[in-house]
């Protein structure tokens, strides 16, 4: 006889439960279960996850939550029907929004007015039911609000003192006529998770293992259960076994049954939601062509004005439409980009800035009929005043309708080995050397543990490796989304619970983007740009001290000099086109226009390289080999690209023209293509596509080939309108560094976080382009940095560095800094320690970055002084800088470097590598400049500063680096057999030195490295961290 798991937690249960909701689902269909119930703690994070497996396999989920009360016990919940669905999510919504950030607890009379379509199940070692005191009124209240659907919950898991726990639970059931269903916690799908589960326990109260004591579950009987195993353990009462069938059948509801409205917008009065997009779409045509608008354009208008009609997306288009009317109107920097960039519509309507019928994108590949999916529409804000933005949306449509979207923080490689480390007592200092030897997405392998001092042999060490490779993906917790909102015309917590965000006046949703996606639910994305921040910021610098009035817009179109910039990839803090990648690209495409920046950018990506299209499309860019097609038909979608598919769009087309796909099946090609690696569903697609290929006289090679492209496009291949759109923001960028390079750099440095390099590399690249920077200075720096009159430095302009950049000084020390200054100039040290009232870290680093030096005081005088003052200060002693102390010696250039970097994490003043030039030379060693120089294919040996390490996945395991000097970039690359022999110096060194082969192509420059090793210098480089992306 089978029966249902009604109370079980996934990893969702975040550091409880030990299994993925998935892994629950597969295990109970493969134990021939007919349903299982999903009652996470507090919340239903997994349960999307758990229906999707669930409807694959055919198993009846059971949604429902274990609920914290607010006297510390617990009741599980479980939906009967939609209506109870709500209530369980509203139940929860109010324990979260009253709570801490990832804690809730309800009230008994909250959990009574919350009973419409919930079952209950009490019982447990945390239920009143069960407990030594009585629960009194409690039980009558749940007995009065729930009726005959509270049931008492009789657990089971061996241990000693459950059968007094049951003996209680039993007779006040009886008291209060409650039925009686038998349970077991499920906290993992498989016995052998039982370890993990208690280094989870660990983590959680934060601490070790073997000091957990009670906190750790006795034994390994929180798995789930055959049906024979669960039969014999409560085979003394099968009345109890046999009525898990009977509540399960009481549960009917299905997250399908979910029914999504998107909110209306407040319209004209009489006018529909169609009709007001169709009024809006059409004056934007006249804002866009003028006067005369194409045929071709007011026929693509109609075609998709009749599709997202159809589809019931109007009101969709205008919440968009309406938020990048707010933009504007407070002069936010914004632009749409991704699929929607295809759309002729959202073109028309200002929210994207790409014209998809000039540029021949492909409709379908943003909305079709056949898919019949949400659209999604990422919008791009400048990444300061993007607050502004969400904040409006909550306003709008109040914070019932609109809740920001999860991000699960999961586990990776570092964090693991930290946590688990932890949990088994290892020393913290070891945890840490491997961890930071680790990448975030490596493997945890036995060998990553031997190379920084680990025995994989050694139990304790095993027992690392082993549970920190099984936690990699698990939920450490709930975040939130950079920018998507999910919006509703009724309440979302009718939908999903909402919690609070971390930061103040946001809430979240409990479900992530996929979970949305999966049922079919609209996101409103409103992303962090730092690219628009910093064109923002730059138009505002040329507008203030130069009275020029540009806008992205108005930018001067294909500029040679821009375009002559680019091709010597001179393009640090330009946006998209700044990698190592990139750079290595430049010389060789040498992009001459926008299109062929909108080439560029796509083509240094996974989709191309994997297909084996990059360097086919190079060749005949040069002329090294003909442009050929492999079929007349396919001439017009890929003429653009030389007859090489480059584009997700392509791809569609490709499949349409060259085999016979609908538009419809075309763009299920493409959702699969973006899902392979999870669901494998691309390769059913192989067979059918080179078929058809090969049907119309396409060569088998030539078909293989944009088969494995089309599967390469899974890793991130760009759609044309989304490089279009980033190319749109690359150019302006580049245009501004090639003309304005003061202001841009100024610009870049205010916009900060944001791009592929450290404020240290951008003042150095700032300074080889005849930017004067200056330090920081209390009496003329800002928090941001500013420009000052300069005629020595281009443009006439130096960039003076702003307070921000001084380490452990906050915005609060800047504000009283203004404050102070705003009425008159500091005299001396003494009255600015006086009138600011900063404390002794703050002044000391100012000491320490120079900041002082106006005052006439060398850097270790003012630090002594500052010391000295605030002593006097805190004592209300008169303040006086001079009595009779040490005599300081000035600061070496190494040093004012040192000093430097280790209070501001870059220094104006020269690069840390300058003050040691003459040793280096001494060992025969050149910079960058020289490097450049040498001739093709012969040894060099060089040592630089790392900047950055990149690991691609389509690289076959090589490894790239760039090095940096005073003088410019080295790159490296590390085969796979170089970089596993010194994998400690590839991944940890600041000051690297490499020795290998030189190899000069196109005006690209790459040393092949053969040996890695430490350069001998003194005193020690010190240097900023290094951007590392894997």
Not at 767 to 787: E, F, I, M, N, Y
Not at 840 to 865: K, M
Not at 962 to 987: I, M, P, Q
């Amino acid at each position: 006889m089978s029966y249902i798991p009604l109370w079980c937690k996934s990893n969702f249960s975040f550091l409880e439960g030990a299994s993925h909701p998935d892994e629950l689902v597969e295990e109970a269909h493969r134990l021939g279960l007919s349903a299982l119930a999903l009652t996470d703690r507090d919340g239903i994070y997994g349960v999307v996850r758990a229906h999707v497996k669930a409807r694959e396999l055919g198993l009846h989920l059971i949604v429902g939550s274990q609920v914290t009360v607010d006297d510390g016990s617990v009741i599980v919940l479980l939906a009967q029907d939609r209506n109870g669905y709500a209530s369980l999510c509203r139940l929860l919504t109010a324990g979260h929004l009253r709570s801490p950030k990832g804690e809730s607890a309800v009230t008994w009379d909250e959990v009574c007015q919350h009973t419409a379509g919930l079952l209950a199940l009490w019982g447990g070692d945390r239920s009143l039911l069960a407990g030594g005191a009585e629960p009194g009124d409690i039980a009558g209240k749940l007995r009065d609000a729930f009726g005959d659907s509270l049931y008492a919950m009789v657990t089971r898991h061996r241990r000693d003192e459950e059968a007094l726990q049951e003996a209680r639970l039993r007779k006040r059931a009886a008291k209060y006529g409650l039925s009686l269903v038998a349970a077991t916690e499920v906290l993992y799908h498989t016995p052998a998770r039982r370890p993990l589960q208690d280094v989870l326990t660990a983590i959680r109260y934060g601490a070790a293992v073997s000091a957990a004591g009670r906190k750790l579950k006795p034994n390994a009987e929180h798995g789930l259960k055959s049906p024979f195993a669960f039969t014999k353990l409560f085979s003394d009462d099968p009345v109890v076994f046999a009525r898990t069938q009977e509540v399960a059948e009481q549960c009917t509801f299905s997250l399908s049954e979910i029914r999504y409205g998107y909110p209306s917008e407040r319209l004209p009065d009489g006018t529909s939601s169609a009709q007001w997009l169709r009024h809006l779409t059409l004056e934007g045509t006249r804002q866009r062509y003028g006067r005369k608008v194409p045929s071709e354009v007011l026929s693509q208008i109609e075609k998709e004005l009749a599709i997202i009609e159809a589809l019931d997306y109007p009101g969709y288009f205008l919440t968009m439409w309406e938020i990048v009317e707010f933009c504007r109107e407070r002069g936010i920097l914004c632009q749409g980009r991704g699929s929607a960039a295809n759309s002729t519509v959202c073109y028309c309507l200002g929210i994207t800035a790409i014209d998809p019928v000039r540029m021949g994108l492909l409709f379908e590949r943003f909305i079709s009929k056949e898919r019949a999916e949400p659209p999604d529409i990422d919008l791009d804000i400048q990444h300061d005043r993007r607050e502004e933005a969400i904040q409006h949306v909550y306003e709008k449509y109040g914070r019932d309708h609109a809740a920001m979207v999860a991000n699960v923080i999961r586990y990776r490689s570092r964090s693991a080995v930290r946590d688990v480390g932890k949990a088994l007592g290892l020393p913290e200092t070891s945890l840490d050397r491997m961890a930071k030897f680790l990448s975030s997405y490596d493997a945890i392998h036995p060998e990553a543990l031997r190379q920084v001092g680990f025995d994989p042999e050694v139990p304790m060490h095993e027992h690392l490796l082993r549970l920190a490779s099984e936690i990699l993906d698990f939920p450490r917790h709930l975040s939130i989304h950079p920018g998507g909102f999910l919006l509703g015309h009724g309440p979302v917590h009718d939908i999903v619970p909402i919690e609070n965000a971390t930061m103040p006046g946001r809430t979240v949703v409990q479900w992530d983007k996929e979970d949305l996606e999966d049922l079919g639910l609209f996101k409103v994305d409103l992303l962090g740009l730092g690219g628009l921040t910093q064109l923002d910021r730059c138009f505002q610098l040329l507008k203030e001290h130069r009275g020029i009035d540009l806008s992205m817009a108005t930018i001067p179109p294909e500029d040679p000099e821009t375009f002559e910039m680019i091709c010597r990839a001179d393009t640090v803090g330009v946006f998209q086109i700044e990698s190592r990648a990139q750079m290595a690209m430049l010389p060789r495409l040498r992009p001459q226009n926008f299109y062929d920046l909108v080439i560029e950018i796509s083509i240094v990506r996974p989709g191309p390289i994997t297909g084996g299209m990059v360097h086919p499309y190079l060749r005949r860019r040069s002329g090294k080999e003909p442009v050929e097609y492999p079929h007349p038909s396919l001439i017009p979608v890929l003429e653009k690209t030389l007859g090489v598919p480059l584009f997700q769009e392509q791809v569609m087309r490709l499949a349409v023209v060259a085999a016979d796909y609908t538009p419809g099946e075309a763009d299920q090609l493409r959702r699969d293509m973006a899902a392979w690696h999870r669901t494998g569903r691309m390769e059913r697609h192989r067979e059918r596509l080179i078929a058809r290929m090969q049907a119309k006289g396409i060569t088998p090679e030539f078909s293989e080939r944009v088969f494995q492209q089309i599967r390469g496009f899974g890793e991130y291949g760009f759609p044309e309108s989304h490089a279009a759109s980033f190319a749109l923001i690359a150019y302006a960028t580049a245009w501004l560094k090639r003309h304005y390079p003061v202001e841009f750099a100024c610009a870049l440095l205010n916009a900060q976080p944001m791009g592929f390099y450290t404020p240290a590399t951008i003042v150095e690249d700032a300074k080889r382009h005849g930017v004067v920077v200056r330090p920081v200075d209390v009496q003329k720096s800002a928090w941001d940095c500013t420009l000052e009159p300069c005629p020595e430095s281009t443009g006439g302009f130096a960039v003076r560095m702003g307070l921000r950049y001084v380490k452990g000084l906050g915005k609060g020390d800047w504000e009283r800094i203004e404050a102070a200054r705003s009425s008159s100039s500091f005299t001396s040290l003494a009255d600015f320690v006086r009138r600011s009232g900063l404390d002794e870290g703050a002044l000391s680093t100012l000491a320490e970055a120079g900041a002082f030096d106006g005052f006439g005081l060398d850097r270790r005088r003012a630090l002594w002084d500052v010391r000295r003052l605030i002593r006097t200060r805190d004592e209300s002693l008169p303040l006086q800088v001079r009595e009779i102390g040490p005599t300081f010696h000035l600061l070496n250039a190494f040093e004012e470097v040192t000093w430097d970097y280790r209070s501001t994490s870059h220094s104006p003043r020269r690069y840390p590598l300058e003050p040691l030039r003459a040793q280096l030379r001494a060992q025969g060693l050149p910079d960058a400049r020289t490097v450049a120089s040498l001739r093709n294919g012969g040894q060099v040996r060089y040592a630089g500063i790392v900047i950055c390490r990149q690991r691609p996945g389509t690289a076959g395991g090589v490894v790239f680096m760039t090095l940096e000097d005073e003088t410019g970039f080295v790159n490296v690359v590390l085969w796979e057999r170089v970089f596993e022999e010194y994998a400690v110096l590839a991944k940890t060194a600041k000051f690297l030195g490499v020795t290998g082969t030189l190899q000069v192509e196109q005006g690209v420059v790459h040393i092949v490295a053969e040996k890695l090793w430490t350069p001998e210098v003194n005193p020690k480089i010190v240097s900023a961290p290094s951007r590392d992306f894997h």
